[in-house]
């Protein structure tokens, strides 16, 4: 059976967005194979046989279980359309290589010193906290959800204690941005993207509460570049579906801070007070039912020229 699109997922707080996208195939008459803990020995059985395809694959899981990993290879001999392949989301995944490639383009970051893991240098090396400057932020360059992240650092023994609990990643020390404020709002802000689409919030980084950007405040402050930033993005790290942060300074310059999340929490706003508005969720459901119904008209088209051309 060749399936319209699959969706790996493991998370129980993507229920939500899972049964919109049921309910948008099933109006427009598409199959979908829902992938998750319950089913995934089952579908990995049947894959085995060959008795499934697909011609879009979302992986929202392979970060979680090592067994989605095999998902996504499956995907990929059956010539899927992959939303997010692996090999480009595990390279986005690390923020020390993103920072990198961000700066080659001319992406402003904030000033970063890349630490080596623990585990292959233990010895702290000297650090100029000049630019750095105090406090400062610790991360890991792997893990999100802010997993071993330190806001308010200044110490080089809280730097050591913080590259312990990841011994074998690297980690980054950040300089501290403060954003100006803009009315009501602190001009921090998380831009979502899809396939081209963007959608940019103010970003509440204390509630993570996520409030629309209006088109009226879009362009008296100058904000279209934030969707040009992240259409930067995507041709940087390769991938069709993230949300990144990005804090405007008195400086006037747009710094990436959060520079991809994926998965990208698609919670309905309905269902928590920090989800994701449900227009956007909606919107993110709409945009994936038109790219399946491509990919299908797409695959028709070939299979009439194979045979009557």
């Given at each position: 059976m060749k399936y319209d699109l699959c969706i790996a997922w493991t998370w129980s707080f993507d229920a939500d967005f899972i049964q919109l996208v049921q309910d948008a195939f099933a109006a427009e008459s598409l199959n979908l194979l829902s992938v998750n803990l319950e089913n995934i020995d089952d579908v990995l059985l049947r894959v085995q046989r060959k008795e499934i395809r697909c011609r879009i694959f979302l992986d929202r899981a392979s970060d979680a279980d090592e067994r989605f990993v095999d998902m996504d290879a499956w995907a990929k001999r059956c010539r899927a359309l992959r939303i997010n392949p692996l090999e480009h989301a595990k390279r986005a995944w690390n923020k020390a290589t993103m920072h990198l490639d961000f700066i080659a383009v001319g992406l402003y970051v904030p000033h970063t010193i890349i630490l080596s893991p623990i585990k292959s240098e233990p010895e702290l090396p000297i650090i100029d906290f000049t630019a750095l400057g105090r406090p400062f932020i610790i991360k890991p360059a792997h893990g999100g959800g802010g997993d071993g992240v330190i806001i308010g650092s200044g110490s080089e023994m809280q730097i050591q204690s913080a590259r312990m609990q990841f011994p074998g990643d690297y980690y980054l020390l950040q300089q501290k941005i403060v954003p100006i404020q803009i009315g009501n709002h602190a001009a921090w802000f998380r831009v979502i993207y899809f396939y081209g689409r963007t959608f940019v919030f103010w970003w509440a980084t204390d509630s993570h509460i996520y409030t629309a950007v209006s088109a009226d405040d879009e362009v008296q402050n100058g904000l279209s570049r934030l969707r040009e930033i992240a259409r930067m993005i995507s041709k940087i790290c390769r991938l069709d579906l993230f949300s990144t942060e990005?804090?405007?300074?008195?400086?006037?310059?747009?710094?990436?801070?959060?520079?991809?999340?994926?998965?990208?929490?698609?919670?309905?706003?309905?269902?928590?007070?920090?989800?994701?508005?449900?227009?956007?969720?909606?919107?993110?459901?709409?945009?994936?039912?038109c790219q399946t119904k491509k990919t299908q008209k797409f695959s028709i088209r070939k299979l009439f020229l194979r045979y009557f051309s």
């Open positions: 990005i804090a405007l300074t008195s400086e006037g310059k747009f710094v990436v801070i959060d520079y991809i999340n994926d998965p990208i929490d698609l919670r309905l706003k309905s269902k928590t007070h920090d989800g994701v508005p449900d227009d956007v969720v909606q919107k993110i459901v709409s945009e994936l039912v």
